[in-house]
Every structure is written in structure tokens, then in C-alpha cells.
């Protein structure tokens, strides 16, 4: 027989790894964002136990501020793959109408970094998969596939388990939970590769199209709705841009581009020079922001 | 600087993207971790390994400039150490303390790299990043050759079964690519390796810094006949590969059943390679049947029954005939399947701060089955920088040994040298959920191994051998709400988490049946004791600890009890409250209904307490919650 080719090896630990939480977990959760990354999760999750549905439901955390077309394939999504989506919003951020406009950081830990856990501790979800991949910033390239919470929801960098073979341990103390992250080995380019190989359904964003945009801090924002703050004399220009990673709109620079196909945008993202997270500007700060925000309770 | 072109096939990439992606989907995947001592320069090799195979982006690249003329160690030159050095306490320290996962391809493969830690303390995170590697990059420091550290890592590679090592002797450039420095150093670990019985690894000269023998043979070791490193990444056998020659084996992770029509067994293939009509058994069952079907999911549902599958796939089969098989059983092949054990001697990495306990229940994971396993004190620990043999009566943080352990059930297994799924073990610590051990099995014992099975008359001796533990009776005294149930229930969970064999007497479980015809007159209440004696000697007997938790008023009762056993096994605990606060807590309200008169001969109100005279342990419960007596009770088994 042929050696696996490495999408095959990558899929079948994948599998595996979700499995395990299913065996394991008392009431496990996919966190699903709507991107690449967690369409390529969803469709793993999907062969892992076909022909059941995934036992489990979907969690989206809603900042009400993400571009349209990913709430449209959210329920669409969902839908396919026979599975319960439960949309979460945190009540007082909606309550406080906090915006990226106004709110700056704020938006981000209350929308995301509070309403996950929020979610979690509402549903009482004890584990939670989520597409994190450790090639996207360096203390991600550090955690382990399990990764333990503590009941406030902190990550301890100090302090993770051995995680040794493919035996993972997820015993846990009350209170406490587990991210786990099934697609921890996969780089950008295999998770391309697999949405083209499986012919995963995607947010069109993610191919150029003519939008309506403004320039901002560097940033190439999209107009997606009519609550974008134009400044004085600020008209949206519209031009041929394609999105490497999708968030909250404000916050989620485009870049120009005319690859409208999955092959043209491949291509282009292998031919280009800067890396994924650049377009978002949660990681800008210092170089070690991410870590921070994780050990706070970012997903 | 080496042409790294060919590692990215930047001309193809633009002009048929087609072909370049139905090339790289066809590429292979391998795991390798660098290790070696501190300053031998893994980082380095790493960032070169990345920057080489243009994994390095722009935006990295001048965070990386900026980053080496701040903190590097290389002056104004990049320090492609910093680009590896992930979390911000490391970079602050210039260190490496937790594995690292990095990732980059080239034209033939997909490369995932473990970069793991240099300090003795931080073992068992080399042994978290090897436990996945193919194969291990083993640096050393061309000034200094052969450390102990470098012993340490040869040593914990061998152990863990990494097939393929190689010694990269690292910074040529610093001693003018001398061959002779190189041969001494080669040399110095060949004759190491020799001790160990390890393959002999492939020895390349290189420059991780200047780039020497990276990406392809350098010019200035023209003396150096082999392969440079990252062509020999890229053709060496993948682990997988190996395992497909193996016989087929696959644990049960999870049983599918979407509906009654269907009932699939969900896994990953430890090893070997299926088809539908094979011939399995069930192990341990034994029960055998014919593969029906591998069902994976398809867009197309007439492609989704599969016509075979290979070790390191995960799938779901169904089988012919309804027999029972669920998670932690493996499906194997019919005519060689894995065995099964309760008994084995293994090696031991332990992982965690507090050091193992021999003779408690440690949870022992192995594929996909979770048991309850005791350790006996190791038979040896080894002293990992000379790989001599030390008497230890325990292991502690980072320490190896060899171990005999007993699991509850058996468990199917297959020693780790010839299968890595069926071999290896992880033990969690019960009450923390700690993993604070690996494992690798090396066979199991037989019965004649056993000595104790060889004693001729299975005796009151051989039964507390058996369970590697004094028996004994903990005999609870004291008046109705003094507290006796509570604290025997709390040092009996304590005991078992112990690994210790108990049993608990107590009024629900003697009044209700062996005890129901008796009343509580005094007559009764003598029997009632006596017949409580017997059931705990007969128990002691068989080996195990008996807590008994009755008022047992009378002082003669106890002693006849004390006297059925040998001097020393009979443990008189009085649990001393006062009448008052017994009666003030009143759980079950009878002191309220004995003060009443509905309730006649209760003890303390209208028939007497007769309180021990010399005790071998008083509880004050005024003093003392249910938890601290209990650990009173443990401290004093501890010192007899």
C-alpha cells in the first residue's frame, strides 16, 4: 500500500482527537466561526461520524458586527450537517451597544473573550473544539491539542499535561473545561488544500469580487452594512478585494486581489509575503498580545 | 546563502497552479523533533529549516529583523533562533521551555518539527514531543561534542522507539570544518549508542547559522560522503509505513449507531490494513467475525464503502455478526490477534511533581481502554547521563525506571517494541487527573513470574501478599451522631484512592440482612457484635482492611473481638463527642424520640456507653472535621 499522503494523515488525527472528546467529554461544543478554518473542522467532524451527524451541537459566539455572508452560510451550514447551532450573544455588550467604532478593544473583550465564556458556562458545555492551528502565532505553535480552563476560564502556559502518543487524558475537575483543537497540525495552505480536495462550501468573501471599501489605519475595510461611520468627506471606493481571514467587518482588512477562484486564490497565497493574522488587527499591539488575551480566556 | 528555489517551486506555483497542487496533495508527512543541550544551536536549525524552505513571510521577516538587533544574540545578522522561541517568559530568558510545533514542506513532503527542550527539568516535555516523531534530529555542539545532555536525549529517543536518529554535529563553521573534530565526535557516540543496543544514527556535519549541509551538500565538507539533511527528510520511512506490516489491529474508540439499521465501530488502525471479508476477533472477548463493510463519507454515496484501509487511518467498520465489541476493545486480525494481560513489567517516565506512590491506583490509559493499575516499587531506576542501574523504592519528577504493575482487568496489549499504539501507556493520577506517567510495556508476566502463586496453601499470608497490604480491623466506637459512619466512609475513600483492598461494616448494610432478626436488648446487641466480629475476621482473612462503624456499646464485645485476631490487626478508634453535642446534632432525630420514650434502650439515654479504657486511636470531633480524623487514622497506619 501506498504511504498516506499528508491530508490523509492530517484528517485521520483529526478524527481521531474528535473521537476521543465525544468518548471522553460529558457535553462537548463545536465553536464554529463561520471562516475556512472552522468549514474545513466541520467537515472532519462530519466524516468522523458519518453516518451519524456530529453528536454535538454548534456554538457561534455573535458579535452582531460579522460581514453578511457569513451569517447566511452559517444556518446553511448547520443545516447540512444535521446539526443543532446555537448562536450566543453577550446580553451586555448588546445591551451597551458596543461597537468596534466606539469601543476599541473593549469590542473584542466583551463580544468574544466574555461571551465565550458566557456560552460555555450558560450550556455548561465541558469541552469545546475550536480551528485554531498552531502555525498561525507562536504561542499557539506552544499549546497542546487538549488545553485545559480553569474555572475562570484561564489558560496556565506554565502548566499544560504531558500530552504523550495519542492518549489523551481529558480528565478534569468540576468547574473546569477543555478547548480542544483538532486541527492543531494543519498549516494554512493544507486547510486550502483540503476545502478543494473535499469541496467544502466557503464564504464567497473569501474570493475577489468588486466591494465597496475605505481606507483606515492601513487597513482596507469593507462597507458591509449601512453602520459603518463614514468621516467627513470619506466616500467608499469600490475595488476588485478578497478577505485571507474573516472576523468582525470593522475590524477585518481586505486585500486587493482578482483571485475569484479557489485555484487563483491558492496561488496567490502562496506567492504572497505577508502572513495570515496581518489583516487583523487584534494581533498588531505587541508582539505577545496573543498570549495575553488567551491566558485571559480568549478562545 | 544556499539556493533554496527548489524547496519552493515558485516557477510551477505560477504558471499551472493546477499541477503544483496535485503534486504537493500527493506529498507524504513527517514528525521530527530536534533535540540536544542548550546552546547547540536547535532554534537556529529550526528558523534556518523555515527561512530555507521560505516559510518566513515579510511581515516576519522585519518583526524578526527588528526583534535580532534587540534581543538577538547574532549582532546585526538575523538570529533565526527568535523565531522559534515562542512564548514571551522564553524570549525574555533567551530559553526554550515547552515544545514547540513548527511546520514547513518541501517538493516531497510535508514536515512537522518538535522543537523541544534542552534542560534536565524539562524532560518530560522532550518526551511529550518524541512520543509523535518519526524520527530525531540529535544536535551537538561541534566544540563541545558529546554531553551529558546529549546522552540524556540519545537515551530518552532510544527508549521511546524513535527508529531513525540523526547526530547533526552543529557549527562546522566554528572549527573550519574539521573532519577529523567531526570523526572524533561520531565516534565518541557510536560507541554510546553501542551500550544502548540503538541503531546507529546518520552523522552530518552542518552549519545551522551558515547553512551548511541543510538544503544540500555543502562545499566545504567535501570530505563528508552523505546525504545533507533535508533530502534525508525527505526519503527516510515514515513510522506509519512500517506499521502497515504489522498485523492488523484496530481499538474501538466509539460505537456508531445512528439508527438500528446501522452498528459501526469507530478507530484509527494501530497497525496492518483491512478489507472487507477479513477475518477478525474481538479482543479479550475472543469472538470472531468477517469485516462487512469500511464506511467513510462520501459526496457520492456509491464511494462510500472503501475497498481497504492502512495503519494510521481512521474509520468505521461493520461487522457480519451482531457480537458485542464497544470502546476499549480491539478489532484484530482473526488469526494474530494482540494478547491480553493483567501483568506486565514496563518502563517509566514520571511526569509530575509528587512522586509515585507504589501500591496506589493510578488510572492506566492504553489505546483505547482505561483500567485501574498498581505499581510496585520500581526494580530499578536508571540514571539517565550513564545509564546505570540504581535501587529506588520510588521515581519522582523526570526519573526512569523499570516497573512491574498490575491493571484491575486485563487489558490487550502488545509490547511497545513491536507496536507503538498497543504498547504505550499513560498513568493519571486519580484525584488531580494529572498524566504523571508515560509508559512502554515489555511483556507480561506470567503466573509463574508470580511468586505468591507458587505458595502451596493460599492462606491468610498469601491473601494480604497478594494485595500488598497489611489486613486489619479499624474498629469504630461511639454514641449514636457521634460521627463513626462519617469518618469511616471518609477513610475508607481515602484507602481505596490508596490502592488499598477495604471493606466498610456498617448498620445499613449488617442491620438490614445478616443481622435482621435481632432487636436491640442487651442480649442482642452482644450477638449483634459478635456476629459483626466473625464477618471481619473472615474478612481479614481473605486480606482485606474492615472499617466497622457501630455504636458497639459494650467494652467486653470489643475485646472479644480484639482477641480473634492476630495482636496488633484490631484497631479500636473511639470517636469521643459528648453526649450533648451528639444529641445537639441529632441526625436522625432518635434522641429526640428516645427522650421522648418512644424509642426504648438507646444508648447514652436509657441503656449505658461504655467508652474504651485504651483506645488505640480517640477522635475529638469537636476538633477535628470527618477529613482531618480520617487523616489522623492514616498517619497512625502509617506508623505501624
Known sequence: ?299 | MVDAQSYQAEALIGQDIEAYLAAHEEKTMLRFITCGSVDDGKSTLIGRLLYDSKMIFDDQLSALEAASKKSGTQGEAIDFALLVDGLAAEREQGITIDVAYRFFATEKRKFIVADTPGHEQYTRNMVTGASTADLAVLLVDARQGILTQTRRHAYLVHLLGIKHIVLAVNKMDLVDFDQMRFDEIVADFTHFAANLEMTPPLAIPISGLAGDNITQKSANTPWYAGPALLPHLETVELAEDAAQQAPFAMPVQWVNRPNLDFRGFSGRLAGGTVKPGDKVRIVPSGKTSTIASIVTMAADASQCDLAEAVAGQSVTLTLKDEIDCSRGDVIAAADNPPLAADRFEASLVWMDETEMLPGRAYELRIGTQAVSARIQAPKYAVNVNNMEHLAAASLGLNEIGVVELATDRPVVFAPFADSQKLGSFVLIDKLTNATVAAGMLHFSLRRAHNIHWQAVDVDRAAHAALKGQQPKILWFTGLSGSGKSTIANALEKKLHANGKHTFLLDGDNVRHGLNKDLGFTDADRIENIRRIGEVAKLMTDAGLIVLTAFISPFRAERDMVRALVPAGDFIEVHVDTPLDVAERRDVKGLYKKARAGTLKNFTGIDSPYEPPETPEIVVNTTELSADEAADVIIAYLDKH
Open chain 1, 1 to 299: 500500500m501506498p504511504s498516506l499522503t499528508h491530508l490523509q494523515q492530517l484528517e485521520a488525527e483529526s478524527i481521531e482527537i474528535m473521537r476521543e472528546v465525544v468518548a471522553q467529554a460529558e457535553n462537548p461544543v463545536m465553536l464554529y466561526s463561520v471562516g475556512k478554518d472552522s468549514a474545513a473542522m466541520l467537515h472532519v467532524a462530519k466524516k468522523a461520524f458519518f453516518p451519524s451527524p456530529p453528536p454535538f451541537p454548534l456554538l457561534h459566539v455573535d458579535t452582531t458586527w460579522k460581514f453578511q455572508e457569513m451569517y447566511k452560510l452559517r444556518e446553511k451550514a448547520a443545516k447540512e450537517a444535521g446539526m443543532e447551532l446555537i448562536v450566543y450573544k453577550n446580553p451586555e455588550a448588546e445591551a451597551q451597544g458596543i461597537n468596534p467604532f466606539d469601543h476599541g478593544p473593549l469590542h473584542t473583550d466583551m463580544w468574544k473573550t466574555e461571551g465565550l465564556k458566557q456560552a460555555l458556562d450558560k450550556y455548561g458545555f465541558d469541552a469545546a473544539f475550536g480551528g485554531a492551528r498552531r502555525d498561525e502565532e507562536k504561542s499557539r505553535a506552544k499549546e497542546r491539542v487538549f488545553s485545559f480552563r480553569s474555572e475562570n476560564h484561564q489558560w496556565d502556559p506554565k502548566n499544560q499535561r504531558p500530552e504523550i502518543w495519542s492518549l489523551y487524558n481529558a480528565r478534569k475537575a468540576k468547574g473546569e473545561s477543555i478547548r480542544v483543537f483538532p486541527m492543531s497540525n494543519w498549516t494554512e495552505l493544507d486547510i486550502w488544500q483540503y476545502i478543494r480536495l473535499e469541496n467544502i462550501e466557503i464564504v464567497p468573501l473569501y474570493f475577489a469580487a468588486p466591494r465597496p471599501t475605505v481606507e483606515r489605519d492601513g487597513l482596507l475595510l469593507m462597507v458591509d452594512d449601512e453602520r459603518f461611520p463614514l468621516n467627513e468627506g470619506e466616500e467608499p471606493v469600490t475595488r476588485s478585494v478578497r478577505f485571507r481571514t474573516l472576523g468582525c467587518y470593522p475590524l477585518t482588512g481586505a486585500v486587493e486581489s482578482e483571485a475569484a477562484s479557489l485555484n487563483e486564490v491558492i496561488q496567490e497565497m502562496l506567492l504572497t509575503t505577508t502572513s495570515e493574522r496581518q489583516g487583523r488587527a487584534i494581533d498588531h499591539d505587541a508582539s505577545a498580545s496573543m498570549e495575553k488575551k488567551k491566558q485571559q480566556g480568549y478562545f
